[in-house]
């Protein structure tokens, strides 16, 4: 069955320094999405993007994070200078028509 | 108030016991998802449903659209059941899902 890929598992970076978050979603999928869920909290929505460009963003999406199609399979979410709120499990999720989630395994970012 | 609510937060059953997780939303919805969250952390879809009941294996989901309610069901629950269940809603005119907090789940043998 068809999976959607991310890496790494787990990151540790230090305050201040840049992170890429990686995704590969499902080849004929076209919508992609990040979410975060903070320990002990839900799954919490922060970007949308489609046909090359973010469609929705959250709130939470704020100037310090970016995403990016970088080539036509990855799908990246950059956080520009991590603060230690931003620990927090990363969820990419890709979709064709009709709303079929798939999710990726996460990413667990631990900011120190 | 949460815009997806559901009920019971934690849920502790023996295994072969029946199992009826609940989401109520308030929202005009496109679809909502049923997903499974193991202790590590990742997610799985169980379900996606726009309307009526879905069934896979001992997990039977239903939803009412008039009444804004899904259930989710687990017949002949087993340990390796335990898990998180959450309730997500895509909101209608938008491409974001909305989250419950979701229900944890413990079978014990």
């Known amino acids: 069955e068809p999976e959607v890929t991310q890496t790494p598992s787990h990151q540790v970076t230090q305050m201040g320094q840049e992170v890429i978050l990686r995704c590969v979603p499902i080849?004929?999928?076209?919508?992609f999405y990040w979410y975060r869920q903070i320990l002990g909290q839900k799954v919490e929505f922060l970007v949308s993007f489609y046909n090359n460009e973010i469609s929705e963003k959250s709130e939470i999406f704020d100037d310090q994070f970016s995403v990016e199609r970088p080539d036509g399979s990855n799908f990246t979410l950059k956080i520009r200078s991590t603060k230690l709120e931003d620990s927090a499990m990363y969820f990419c999720?890709?979709?064709?028509?009709?709303?079929?989630?798939?999710f990726g395994s996460g990413t667990r970012l631990t900011v120190v | 108030k949460n815009e997806v609510e559901q009920s019971p937060q934690n849920l502790t059953a023996q295994e072969g016991e029946f199992i009826t997780i609940n989401c109520s939303y308030s929202v005009g919805i496109s679809a909502l998802h049923w997903l499974q969250q193991h202790p590590g952390g990742g997610i799985v879809s169980l379900f996606m449903l726009s309307s009526g009941k879905k069934k896979h294996g001992r997990l039977i989901a239903t939803i009412n659209i008039q009444e804004k309610h899904s259930s989710l069901h687990i017949t002949a629950s087993h340990p390796r059941d335990s898990a998180v269940y959450i309730c997500a809603v895509g909101r209608s005119g938008t491409y974001k899902y909305i989250f419950g907090t979701g229900t944890r789940l413990k079978v014990l043998a």
């Open positions: 999720a890709s979709r064709t028509e009709g709303y079929g989630y798939t």
């Open positions: 080849s004929n999928h076209l919508y």
